[in-house]
């Protein structure tokens, strides 16, 4: 569906995006994932087709993104500045552009749970209504693409949930590339990462691939666990295993209810997926 083939792109004839090469074929989410300033927002820019890339290509449906202009059409991409027009009401601004792309504004406004906020203007809507109300623009109609900027940024924790939310039911079965800094809305969102670094691919595979990195485990349980687990070490009030992976929680639970220790928390000290920012490329 999309394949990004060696791109780099920029500013002023500086690079930001070095040499991407991407083939995405599986409907699902993939966050683009990466610190500020890693790239995200030009390669949407690029993807989207409103920046011009300095070498490389870009394929939707087998179809060059830069010589055939059609194909922009099927790409729906949210910025931070995406917005209706403050002035108008949700339904007429919704109206507005449904006309213009042939979309359907009422379905769209339901898909988004808009149909209470119809008649109300945007400039008097809340940050998440109004971030509703911009994502309700892109499904006016069916796309091949979806790219989120950052559709959470900015909004408060439970807003940002209600928002993934929306996004993942909307997702299913669609082509969906979303950015994000932060690591924990990428595992809650995505099925695929996009790590950037330095505007440079740093990991593109699964997310639970992302996983083979030293996965810490605290232990708090009764008695004495040293002659059980020799190898563990101590931080703090946990006894602490390091694992391969989620999987092997289990065994090491199984091992201690056998020799008849009482659990009382096994949890998981940091995040593997921290690591990956600071790791060389
Ligand atoms: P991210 O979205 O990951 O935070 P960006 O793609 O916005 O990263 O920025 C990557 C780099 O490109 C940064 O160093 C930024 O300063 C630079 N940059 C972004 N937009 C422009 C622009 N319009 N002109 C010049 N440089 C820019």
Same mark, same amino acid.
Do not use: W
């Given at each position: 569906?999309?394949?990004?083939?060696?791109?780099?792109?920029?500013?002023?004839?500086?690079?930001?995006?070095?040499?991407?090469?991407?083939?995405?074929?599986?409907?699902?989410i993939?966050?683009?994932?990466?610190?500020?300033?890693?790239?995200?927002?030009?390669m949407?820019?690029?993807?989207?087709?409103?920046?011009?890339p300095?070498?490389?290509? /870009?394929?939707?449906?087998?179809? =060059? %993104? +830069?010589? !055939?202009? &059609?194909?922009?059409?099927? $790409?729906?991409? @949210?910025?931070?500045?995406?917005?209706l027009?403050?002035?108008?009401?949700?339904?007429?601004?919704?109206?507005?552009?449904?006309?213009?792309?042939?979309?359907?504004?009422?379905?769209?406004?339901?898909?988004?749970?808009?149909?209470?906020?119809?008649?109300?203007?945007?400039?008097?809507?809340?940050?998440?209504?109004?971030?509703r109300?911009a994502?309700?623009?892109?499904?006016?109609?069916?796309?091949?693409?979806?790219?989120?900027?950052?559709?959470?940024?900015?909004?408060?924790?439970?807003?940002?949930?209600?928002?993934?939310?929306?996004?993942?039911?909307?997702?299913?079965?669609?082509? /969906?590339?979303?950015?994000?800094? =932060? %690591? +924990?809305? !990428?595992? &809650?969102?995505?099925?695929? $990462?996009?790590? @950037?670094?330095d505007?440079?691919l740093?990991?593109?595979?699964?997310k639970?691939?992302?996983?083979?990195?030293?996965?810490?485990?605290?232990?708090?349980?009764?008695?004495?666990?040293?002659?059980?687990?020799?190898?563990?070490?101590?931080?703090?009030?946990?006894?602490?295993?390091?694992?391969?992976?989620?999987?092997?929680?289990?065994?090491?639970?199984?091992?201690?209810?056998?020799?008849?220790?009482?659990?009382?928390?096994?949890?998981?000290?940091?995040?593997?997926?921290?690591?990956?920012?600071?790791?060389?490329?």
């Amino acid at each position: 569906m999309l394949k990004i083939s060696n791109l780099s792109s920029g500013y002023n004839g500086t690079e930001v995006l070095r040499g991407i090469s991407l083939d995405i074929d599986e409907p699902a989410i993939y966050v683009v994932l990466g610190p500020n300033g890693a790239g995200k927002t030009t390669m949407f820019r690029t993807v989207a087709g409103v920046l011009d890339p300095m070498s490389g290509t /870009v394929e939707l449906g087998g179809k =060059n %993104l +830069y010589s !055939a202009n &059609e194909v922009r059409r099927d $790409i729906g991409y @949210l910025t931070h500045l995406s917005a209706l027009p403050e002035e108008m009401t949700v339904a007429k601004a919704l109206g507005f552009y449904a006309g213009i792309e042939d979309g359907d504004a009422q379905k769209a406004m339901e898909s988004l749970g808009l149909n209470d906020l119809a008649a109300r203007k945007v400039s008097s809507l809340s940050q998440g209504q109004r971030k509703r109300a911009a994502i309700a623009k892109l499904f006016l109609r069916d796309r091949k693409m979806y790219l989120m900027d950052e559709p959470t940024s900015n909004l408060d924790p439970v807003v940002a949930k209600e928002v993934r939310d929306i996004l993942l039911r909307l997702s299913k079965e669609k082509y /969906v590339m979303y950015s994000s800094h =932060n %690591l +924990y809305e !990428a595992q &809650e969102i995505g099925d695929y $990462i996009v790590l @950037l670094k330095d505007g440079r691919l740093g990991f593109f595979g699964k997310k639970d691939q992302l996983r083979t990195g030293e996965y810490r485990v605290g232990i708090k349980a009764s008695g004495d666990l040293s002659k059980l687990f020799p190898e563990a070490t101590h931080e703090k009030e946990y006894l602490v295993m390091r694992v391969k992976g989620p999987r092997e929680v289990g065994e090491l639970v199984k091992k201690m209810v056998n020799a008849g220790v009482v659990v009382y928390e096994v949890k998981e000290l940091g995040n593997p997926l921290e690591d990956l920012f600071d790791r060389g490329s």
